[in-house]
């Protein structure tokens, strides 16, 4: 999971890349980031984001940018909005690297793109142009399409174009993402969401919210619709949950208490729709708490399983909101339940 502040180098190109604001600190909404480069490979060629509108500022240099067949010379201070789906490509107009911000919204998985792309670089596996692997390329690509591509020839004849490819490219160990330049790549056909946030409130009131799932449909709206438990939260305990959210679908799951360190550290299995774990750590802040959710799930429901290579970036979106309503319920509800 990408943070603020955190810094991203290519040692083939030269560029260097800074988060500025991330998923987990918009709730999904937006991803926000400061790129020193020159202009090259995918970017200065036709493309489109299917689901994203992308925003161009300068802030040292020159940009070029071609919007739905309109150019601009872009420099300092100066923006570019592209709404989704527009087609639109950057090109140089200066020898020397430009440093420019760029904001997608929402952000679906773009921080794990950017983080396997770098990673690569900086272990040496890349051309001379900073470019992976044909193999490599079309892995990812399988997987990010919806991030970022061509708008020629149509979507399905690229994805058909580039399967075999993909599939060939799996079966040499090729993957998507790597959790050693991610925490959100998980292994295949897993989920890994990490999310953090500040409630002010107590760490024991916070605690005391998340442990005892029944209280969910009172903090956690829209998305908990009903949750029963076998009884006090505690070690071992179980409880069942119905949930949705912004996607047409329910999820149903039991969860098991797997570990239970009041006021600091809960950890739960799951299984149902949804199989995995989750682990919440709570660390006391300046009379309030930092909240850190490590979420590993694998999709057992058959509509989500079967649409996931296509739609994974749409499902982490889906994620983002129903946190963001958990962000927005969580503290008030602590803050009434502390005295």
């Given at each position: 999971m990408?943070?603020?502040?955190?810094?991203?180098?290519?040692?083939?190109?030269?560029?260097?890349?800074?988060?500025?604001?991330?998923a987990?600190?918009?709730?999904?909404?937006?991803?926000?980031?400061?790129?020193?480069?020159?202009?090259?490979?995918?970017?200065?060629?036709?493309?489109?984001?299917?689901?994203?509108?992308?925003?161009?500022?300068?802030?040292?240099?020159?940009?070029?940018?071609?919007?739905?067949?309109?150019?601009?010379?872009?420099?300092?201070?100066?923006?570019?909005?592209?709404?989704?789906?527009?087609?639109?490509?950057i090109?140089?107009?200066?020898?020397?690297?430009?440093?420019?911000?760029?904001?997608?919204?929402?952000?679906?998985?773009?921080?794990?793109?950017?983080?396997?792309?770098?990673?690569?670089?900086?272990?040496?596996?890349?051309?001379?142009?900073?470019?992976?692997?044909p193999?490599?390329l079309?892995?990812?690509?399988?997987?990010?399409?919806?991030?970022?591509?061509?708008?020629?020839?149509?979507?399905?004849?690229?994805?058909?174009?580039?399967?075999?490819?993909?599939?060939?490219?799996?079966?040499?160990?090729?993957?998507?993402?790597?959790?050693?330049?991610?925490?959100?790549?998980?292994?295949?056909?897993?989920?890994?969401?990490?999310?953090?946030?500040?409630?002010?409130?107590?760490?024991?009131?916070?605690?005391?919210?998340?442990?005892?799932?029944?209280?969910?449909?009172?903090?956690?709206?829209?998305?908990?619709?009903?949750?029963?438990?076998?009884?006090?939260?505690?070690?071992?305990?179980?409880?069942?949950?119905?949930?949705?959210?912004?996607?047409?679908?329910?999820?149903?799951?039991?969860?098991?208490?797997?570990?239970?360190?009041?006021?600091?550290?809960?950890?739960?299995d799951?299984?149902?729709?949804?199989?995995?774990?989750?682990?919440?750590?709570?660390t006391?802040?300046?009379?309030?708490t930092?909240?850190?959710?490590d979420?590993?799930?694998?999709a057992?429901?058959?509509?989500?399983?079967?649409?996931?290579?296509?739609?994974?970036?749409?499902?982490?979106?889906?994620?983002?909101?129903?946190?963001?309503?958990?962000?927005?319920?969580?503290?008030?509800?602590?803050?009434?339940?502390?005295?």
């Amino acid at each position: 999971m990408a943070r603020a502040g955190d810094v991203l180098e290519n040692p083939a190109t030269g560029d260097r890349l800074v988060f500025l604001r991330t998923a987990a600190e918009t709730g999904g909404e937006e991803l926000q980031y400061e790129l020193e480069f020159v202009p090259r490979g995918f970017a200065i060629r036709d493309h489109l984001h299917p689901r994203q509108a992308e925003c161009h500022e300068v802030l040292e240099g020159s940009l070029g940018i071609v919007v739905a067949g309109r150019e601009r010379r872009l420099g300092p201070g100066e923006v570019e909005d592209v709404p989704v789906g527009t087609r639109h490509r950057i090109f140089a107009t200066q020898e020397a690297p430009i440093r420019a911000r760029f904001a997608l919204r929402p952000a679906l998985e773009s921080e794990v793109l950017l983080e396997t792309l770098f990673g690569l670089a900086r272990d040496g596996k890349v051309d001379a142009k900073g470019n992976p692997s044909p193999l490599q390329l079309a892995v990812i690509f399988s997987e990010f399409a919806e991030l970022g591509r061509p708008p020629k020839p149509p979507p399905g004849v690229q994805k058909a174009m580039f399967a075999p490819f993909a599939a060939l490219g799996r079966a040499r160990g090729y993957r998507a993402s790597y959790p050693e330049y991610s925490e959100g790549a998980g292994r295949p056909g897993e989920y890994v969401f990490i999310d953090e946030w500040d409630v002010d409130a107590p760490p024991e009131a916070v605690f005391d919210a998340l442990a005892d799932a029944t209280t969910y449909p009172k903090w956690w709206r829209p998305v908990y619709i009903d949750t029963t438990s076998d009884g006090p939260p505690g070690l071992g305990r179980t409880s069942k949950q119905h949930f949705k959210g912004r996607l047409p679908y329910h999820l149903h799951t039991r969860s098991t208490i797997t570990r239970f360190e009041r006021p600091t550290v809960l950890g739960a299995d799951v299984e149902g729709d949804l199989r995995g774990r989750g682990l919440w750590t709570l660390t006391p802040l300046d009379g309030g708490t930092h909240v850190h959710f490590d979420w590993r799930v694998n999709a057992e429901k058959p509509i989500v399983r079967a649409l996931t290579p296509v739609l994974r970036p749409l499902f982490r979106w889906n994620h983002a909101w129903a946190i963001a309503r958990a962000q927005a319920g969580l503290e008030p509800y602590a803050r009434r339940h502390s005295a």
